[in-house]
T-cell receptor, first 111, second 112 residues
Framework: DAGITQSPRHKVTETGTPVTLRCHQTENHRYMYWYRQDPGHGLRLIHYSYGVKDTDKGEVSDGYSVSRSKTEDFLLTLESATSSQTSVYFC??????????FGNGTRLTVT | SQQGEEDPQALSIQEGENATMNCSYKTSINNLQWYRQNSGRGLVHLILIRSNEREKHSGRLRVTLDTSKKSSSLLITASRAADTASYFCATATTGGGNKLTFGTGTQLKVEL
């Protein structure tokens, strides 16, 4: 899995609570991405980073924030989780900037 | 909205048969990529074809790209049960920076 670790792998949380998902890489790749995967929508880009402290919004960034203080870590935060954010979240990394190498995902359920 | 749309949404074939999946997209691209996803896992990159290429091979995979029709196809020859997975096309659009846009995928089931 190209040296990518997502944590936690599964999480159940209540509406309105903050949630942080972590992506850790050991490849020293420049680019890191957060996608969400939902039935009927494929994968949609939430945020991405092209270097330490350099981030940009993707297609579905509302309700999400990110931080990248070190090359190896990219954090995705849901400030106040909603049921619409129930999804499977994938982190991906790349160097060139493509192709992408994906982690195994975090399954988040917001009740 | 999705840049890439795969067709068919689901495909069921017998082992040894060929599987063909199609992808259509809307805007100009720098490259198009195909990924595979096994159940419960992350996506795995299969092949990348650039906008100035028309065909590319990798093992049992053959990808074609027709930029005039804004479409691509992925052919898996002599399929195996282990090829059972979802397949996604993804496009890197002209002026889109480093972002990939994924389609909704084709679910392939290869039966023994």
């Amino acid at each position: 899995d190209a040296g990518i670790t997502q944590s936690p792998r599964h999480k159940v949380t209540e509406t309105g609570t903050p949630v942080t998902l972590r992506c850790h890489q050991t490849e020293n790749h420049r680019y890191m991405y957060w996608y969400r995967q939902d039935p009927g929508h494929g994968l949609r880009l939430i945020h991405y980073s092209y270097g330490v402290k350099d981030t940009d919004k993707g297609e579905v960034s509302d309700g999400y924030s990110v931080s990248r203080s070190k090359t190896e870590d990219f954090l995705l935060t849901l400030e106040s989780a909603t049921s619409s954010q129930t999804s499977v979240y994938f982190c991906a990394i790349s160097e060139d900037p493509q192709p992408l190498h994906f982690g195994n995902g975090t399954r988040l359920t917001v009740t | 909205s999705q840049q890439g749309e795969e067709d068919p949404q689901a495909l069921s074939i017998q082992e040894g048969e060929n599987a063909t999946m199609n992808c259509s997209y809307k805007t100009s691209i720098n490259n198009l990529q195909w990924y595979r996803q096994n159940s419960g896992r992350g996506l795995v990159h299969l092949i990348l074809i650039r906008s100035n290429e028309r065909e590319k091979h990798s093992g049992r995979l053959r990808v074609t790209l027709d930029t005039s029709k804004k479409s691509s196809s992925l052919l898996i020859t002599a399929s195996r049960a282990a090829d059972t997975a979802s397949y996604f096309c993804a496009t890197a659009t002209t002026g889109g920076g480093n972002k990939l846009t994924f389609g909704t995928g084709t679910q392939l089931k290869v039966e023994l």
